[in-house]
């Protein structure tokens, strides 16, 4: 069983940056296939970015590219995702996600409010 809690949201003003991690119990950490996801008030979740196993290939939500930027570092079993540039529209609980093929795993959600 693998165990994903994220952190590092919280509220800030447009313009600021925050970076969320995502911290993961278990060995097979390494082996997983990552991912962000968000979802805002009265909308569906989202996809924000992902990432393979060994952090060599990443991709990003469209409209989120060139501001957020994902990576892992497997030795510590977290995931980190580098928000800046943040928007009133960032706001949302944001989630982490892994598996080896499917987001079999998820985390409980951190809360970013991004203030106007």
């Known amino acids: 069983q693998v165990q994903l809690v994220e952190s590092g949201g919280g509220l800030v003003q447009a313009g600021d940056s925050l970076r969320l991690s995502c911290a993961a119990s278990?060995?097979?950490?390494?082996?997983?296939?990552m991912g962000w996801f968000r979802q805002a008030p009265g909308k569906e979740r989202e996809f924000v970015a992902s990432?393979?196993?060994?952090?060599?290939?990443?991709s990003y939500s469209d409209s989120l590219k060139g501001r957020f930027t994902i990576s892992r570092d497997n030795a510590k079993n977290t995931m980190y995702l580098q928000m800046n540039g943040l928007k009133p529209e960032d706001t949302a609980v944001y989630y982490c996600?892994?598996?080896?093929?499917?987001?079999?795993?998820w985390g409980q959600g951190t809360q970013v409010t991004v203030s106007s």
């Open positions: 278990g060995r097979t950490f390494s082996g997983f296939y």
């Open positions: 996600a892994g598996g080896k093929i499917t987001y079999d795993y």
């Open positions: 990432i393979t196993w060994d952090g060599g290939l990443t």
